[in-house]
């Protein structure tokens, strides 16, 4: 099987907070005690059709979620993306809606190179199937060349600014979106809450890696839906194991990146074990879990009250990625 897209083309490493939107390094970041909830929310409205919930199909291509939208009426789809620190939408397409963009600065990209991120000026009307919000401050960047590389439309992002004004349950067994207005949420009778806590506008659980070789280490992971890989940590480099060098692909959103690939023995979220996962590292932002370990749950994201639900599905055991 092939790795996963996010090793091939991490793009969710643009848009963590470490780069631009906190004033201290990634490492700085690590060592820091996360908060015990959400930054404050900003201003938006939201309109649910009725019940004040709405589930929606989506599209589940290299691990990664996609999702049907509407801004100002126009079709797109969007990926989701909890490693996301802005909502965004694609520079190509901003244009093509006649939106008004401000030029902004030039940011590290998912690589070694920078990005141009540009502001979009113009407010916007986000629609999913019996949802409509509004007061979002989007920006703008090209992803075409993602697109390309996915094989998939990838015209937007909805990052952290949609997390925190709902609670999002991804169910990657039937593949639908279930968006929740917090006030009505209840939690699911089965699955286990997980603390959930923040560096910036990172999502961040605890969870337990064994790397071969190594004492089972306690470690803070950043949870990236945006990411297709199953792990990515620094110690796969002190593996005792199979390790092999990689290097990404050069997108519009950063310059190939030379890295390291091999399995870890486990990795544990509360009480799920999860054996010989693929592990990746040195990319650039380090310690998360991507979609391929999130595949293997029915997961929930409630921001407001700094939790997350998992709860195993039918491919919690399903053998992991490897690289040809």
């Not at 631009?20 to 404050?40: H, I």
């Not at 789809?77 to 963009?101: E, T, Y």
């Not at 439309?153 to 979106?177: A, I, P, Q, R």
């Not at 917090?182 to 286990?192: A, D, Q, S």
Request: net charge neutral.
């Amino acid at each position: 099987m092939q790795l996963s897209r996010a090793v091939i083309c991490s793009h969710a490493f643009l848009f963590w907070p470490a780069f631009f939107l906190v004033g201290v390094s990634a490492s700085a970041q690590q060592r820091n005690p996360t908060p015990e909830s959400a930054p404050r929310k900003a201003s938006t409205t939201f309109r649910f059709d009725r019940n004040g919930s709405t589930t929606i199909p989506f599209e589940f291509v290299e691990n990664s979620i996609y999702v049907p939208v509407r801004i100002n009426g126009e079709p797109l789809w969007f990926l989701l993306d909890s490693g996301s620190s802005f909502m965004l939408i694609d520079r190509g397409k901003a244009q093509v809606l006649g939106l008004s963009l401000t030029k902004g600065r030039s940011i590290h990209g998912a690589g070694t190179g920078k990005v141009q991120i540009d502001s979009v000026q113009d407010k916007l009307v986000l629609q999913l199937q019996g949802l409509e919000m509004s007061g979002y401050q989007f920006s703008a960047v090209g992803l075409q060349s993602v697109s390309d590389n996915i094989g998939h439309k990838e015209e937007g992002l909805l990052g952290y600014d949609f997390f925190k004004t709902f609670v999002v349950t991804v169910n990657y067994d039937s593949k639908t979106l279930t968006i929740t207005d917090p006030r009505f949420f209840r939690n699911p009778p089965k699955g286990t809450v997980v603390p959930l806590g923040f560096q910036g506008k990172w999502p961040v659980i605890h969870a337990t890696i064994a790397v071969p070789g190594l004492a089972p280490v306690d470690s803070e992971f950043v949870v990236d839906s945006g990411s297709g890989d199953a792990v990515d940590h620094p110690l796969i480099k002190q593996s005792t194991g199979e390790i092999k060098r990689t290097r990404s692909q050069a997108t519009s959103l950063g310059d190939p990146v030379t890295g390291y690939f091999g399995h870890i023995d486990w990795l544990q979220i509360g009480p799920y074990r999860m054996h010989n996962p693929a592990t990746f590292c040195c990319g650039g932002a380090e310690k998360a879990i991507g979609g391929e370990i999130l595949r293997r749950f029915t997961v929930t994201f409630d921001y407001g009250h700094a939790k997350m639900i998992f709860e195993p599905n039918s491919q919690f055991d399903d053998p992991f990625l490897t690289k040809d």
